[in-house]
């Protein structure tokens, strides 16, 4: 069974950092595609970054701040995040997609004080 688990979420001060991991364990396909999206409060979820073996991407609204990375194994991804800002308190999901299929971690909360 797939499992991916985040840790790393907290209360932080505005301007502060905050690094989150997943780690993906129980695949025994090639991954494809890892990813951090994230929910607020009444607003929809949103993709933050992504990464795979080409490329990373990255939401304008983390440009500059965030950084996606992984492992060499690549079942764990990191998700660097500085300058937190209060619009930047939500739930943080991590997504892992490979030859079998698409799971989620379970999210784990970053709030952001002013």
């Known amino acids: 069974q797939v499992q991916l688990v985040e840790s790393g979420g907290g209360l932080v001060q505005s301007g502060g950092s905050l690094t989150l991991s997943c780690t993906a364990s129980g695949t025994n396909s090639s991954i494809i595609r890892m990813a951090w999206y994230r929910q607020a409060p009444g607003k929809m979820h949103e993709l933050v970054a992504t990464?795979?073996?080409?490329?990373?991407n990255y939401a304008d609204f983390v440009k500059g701040r965030f950084t996606i990375s992984r492992d060499s194994a690549k079942t764990t991804t990191y998700l660097q995040m500085n300058t937190l800002q209060p619009e930047d308190t939500a739930v943080y999901s991590c997504?892992?997609?490979?030859?079998?299929?698409?799971?989620w971690g379970q999210g784990t909360q970053v709030t952001i004080s002013s």
């Open positions: 997504y892992m997609r490979d030859n079998q299929g698409i799971y």
């Open positions: 990464i795979t073996d080409d490329m990373s």
